[in-house]
């Protein structure tokens, strides 16, 4: 029975090395993951930006359409002072001219303010669209690098895949399918060690008699709270009898 433990273990060491080597492999993408999705934000900002900077043009362009008719108008009845014969019309034609020399001042603000909103807007697009630039320089770097890393990764793994399946082949199968269930549900750690009497899975103490038991390793033991195969580790620094 103790070879059985000595093989669980050597399986799980193993299966362990083949996680980091996934878990490495997935970290790997998500920086370039991460960096796709940095680039795709300021590629949304900056398409927000231009719907608002056509909408301000569009608006500048109408007010500048309503500050030309104000001048025009401005003009006409100044025109038409000359012509007038009753202060009636007079005092008309004066009010018409101050209303609109009130519209062609309003008007002309809010242009120089479209037109300035419109610059910075513009600002933020350029500064947007050069951090892209930069940006998918460095993503695309990053690509080649991370590609390169990962291939090294899976050769490697490749091996210890190998060399994985000749381990598992040597268990019996009753014990190589309590293994595989536990490697399944108990997030890849399915043998754990016992270290001062705890449970090095879930952390839970576990009773005295079964410690004993379990160091004895005559049989295969599990741990009562979550099922893993447990065997015992001698705790760090204890002396070894000569």
Request: aromatic share 4%.
């Amino acid at each position: 029975m103790k070879e059985e433990i000595f093989k669980l273990i050597k399986l799980q060491a193993i299966d362990s090395e083949i996680a980091g080597f996934d878990n490495t492999i997935a970290n790997h993408q998500a920086v370039i993951t991460s960096r796709e999705q940095a680039i795709e934000e300021k590629q949304e900002a900056i398409a927000v930006f231009r719907s608002k900077i056509e909408l301000l043009n569009q608006k500048q362009r109408e007010t500048k359409s309503e500050h030309d008719e104000a001048g025009i108008r401005v003009k006409d009845r100044q025109n038409k002072m000359m012509q007038v014969q009753t202060s009636r019309e007079h005092q008309a034609l004066l009010k018409e001219i101050e209303e609109n020399k009130k519209l062609f001042k309003e008007t002309e603000d809010r242009i120089l303010q479209f037109l300035e909103q419109i610059e910075q807007l513009e600002q933020e697009v350029a500064t947007l669209e050069n951090l892209c630039s930069g940006e998918q320089q460095l993503l695309a770097e990053a690509v080649v690098t991370v590609e390169k890393e990962i291939k090294r990764i899976e050769s490697t793994k490749k091996s210890i895949v190998s060399q994985r399946d000749k381990e598992a082949a040597a268990l019996e199968p009753p014990y190589l399918k309590r293994y595989a269930m536990l490697i399944d549900k108990r997030d890849r750690l399915a043998v754990v060690a016992v270290n001062v009497n705890v449970c090095q899975g879930c952390y839970m103490a576990l009773p005295p008699q079964q410690v004993i038991e379990i160091r004895k390793a005559e049989k295969l033991h599990t741990c009562p709270t979550c099922q893993r195969i447990l065997y015992y580790k001698e705790p760090e620094g204890t002396a070894v009898e000569k």
